[in-house]
């Protein structure tokens, strides 16, 4: 049975683990100052394994941001996303926001927009 938590604080070690088995690199050298400055983090766990992760990044104000979706790799396709975009959309809502963003790759269309993300026009600069 999958427990979904909001703001659960999971340590370097354990996210770094899970973004290794999610996206193959160990991905930031510290979490701690963007978990510090989101408006909420979502974590999924089997027992005490943490095995799914989302981030509502905000600009502390009306419009918060999706980042960092990610699913170990041996819990996908069982619905473990969907249900942390939804957590983290309900906790953004609660916490002030009245704008949910997020940025995606194209193979991940379907995904979001399952999700209720409707399509906008964006800009982007790569840095």
Request: a negative charge; glycine letters at 10%.
């Amino acid at each position: 049975m999958i427990r979904i938590a909001v703001d659960p604080f999971p340590s370097d070690e354990t996210l770094r683990e899970l973004w290794e088995k999610a996206w193959g690199d160990a991905g930031p050298a510290s979490w701690q100052g963007v978990l510090k400055r989101s408006l909420a983090h979502v974590g999924a766990f089997e027992g005490e394994k943490f095995v799914g992760f989302v981030n509502v990044a905000w600009d502390g104000g009306l419009h918060a941001f999706i980042l960092d979706t990610c699913v170990d790799r041996d819990f996908r396709r069982q619905g473990i996303a969907t249900r942390l975009v939804k957590a983290a959309e309900e906790a953004a809502r609660e916490r002030g926001a009245k704008w949910l963003h997020v940025d995606f790759e194209p193979h991940l269309t379907e995904f979001y927009r399952g999700c209720g993300f409707r399509p906008t026009e964006a800009g982007l600069i790569a840095l």
